[in-house]
């Protein structure tokens, strides 16, 4: 049984910051891109993050400079550090392992967290 439990979620203020956590089991965590995605009410799951095996990390435009994306294979998790939040960071945040990308698109692995919600408000 694959799992992906997320942690870390709360609320912040504007400019403050946040780490979250997801810790893997059942895969051989190592040898898997692993994703941060975020999804609100009502828009499309978004790519925010990915990091690769050989630790390689890009970032959606709307979060470079402020999010960093990291891994501990030892423990078997990824963490999302989430730096100068704002207000459209405001979102349902997902690990996800398998993450892959095409040329054109992200795609998203077969197994999910069950997210972690994030809220960034004064």
């Known amino acids: 049984q694959v799992q992906l439990v997320e942690s870390g979620g709360g609320l912040v203020q504007p400019g403050g910051s946040l780490v979250l956590s997801c810790a893997a089991s059942?895969?051989?965590?190592?040898?898997?891109?692993m994703g941060w995605y975020r999804q609100t009410p009502g828009k499309q799951r978004e790519v925010v993050a990915r990091?690769?095996?050989?630790?390689?990390?890009d970032y959606a435009d709307s979060v470079k400079g402020r999010f960093t994306v990291s891994r501990d294979n030892a423990k078997n998790t990824v963490y999302l550090h989430m730096n100068s939040l704002k207000d459209e960071d405001t979102a349902v945040y997902y690990c996800?392992?398998?993450?892959?990308?095409?040329?054109?698109?992200?795609?998203?692995?077969?197994?999910w967290g069950q997210g972690t919600q994030v809220t960034v408000s004064s």
């Open positions: 059942g895969i051989i965590f190592s040898t898997y891109t």
């Open positions: 996800n392992a398998g993450t892959a990308w095409d040329g054109r698109r992200y795609f998203a692995g077969p197994y």
């Open positions: 990091i690769l095996p050989a630790e390689t990390t």
